[in-house]
């Protein structure tokens, strides 16, 4: 006897894998699995840049950078930062409590993501408190810029979107 009752004119039934459903529905637990593979890849062969080992150290440094601000503070540095793209030089003025600032810093541009990108550059004012230095390229990004003294005694520090802001002012916070 025949299990399955057919109704008279009615073609058989193909089996489920000649059915387009079950593909469509078994699409998106595929796309997952597939999804899932490429982001494991990217995890595994991509470095964690931002991630920090020294978390005791980093918070130590914290603490100095506050001092160093806090001794720009009391300075009343300014920093005015501009690229010169034809030039191919980083340029501006330094101040401290609105007259010309006079001596050596660093300016130091760290990239976002890469910190194979960073720059530092040194600098020197002129009698003025102007200074230039050579910077062939600036990558157009969010930029982290700290400008801090030669003896690394006290720091201004912002972040700059370049080129959205084409100039950057730094000025220290008030005591």
């Not at 529905?25 to 990217?42: E, F, N, R, S």
């Not at 040194?122 to 990004?141: I, M, Q």
């Amino acid at each position: 006897m025949n299990t399955h009752s057919h109704v008279l004119g009615s073609a058989p039934q193909p089996p489920w894998y000649a059915q387009r459903w079950p593909w469509l529905l078994m699409l998106g637990p595929a796309a997952v699995v597939v999804a899932g593979a490429v982001t494991t890849w990217l995890a595994v062969t991509r470095e964690d840049a931002l991630v920090v080992g020294d978390y005791y150290k980093q918070g130590k440094a914290i603490n100095q950078d506050l001092r160093r601000d806090r001794v720009a503070s009391a300075l009343h540095l300014s920093a005015q930062l501009r690229f010169d793209e034809r030039a191919g030089r980083l340029v501006g003025r330094m101040t401290s409590f609105g007259r010309p600032f006079n001596g050596m810093f660093q300016v130091m541009l760290a990239h976002p993501t890469l910190p194979e990108k960073d720059l530092t550059l040194l600098a020197r004012t002129d009698a003025d408190g102007r200074f230039s230095v050579v910077l062939p390229a600036l990558e157009h990004t969010h930029w982290q810029v700290v400008v801090e003294g030669e003896q690394k005694d006290w720091r201004l520090a912002r972040s700059w979107d370049y080129p959205k802001h084409g100039e950057l002012d730094i000025t220290a916070d008030p005591l």
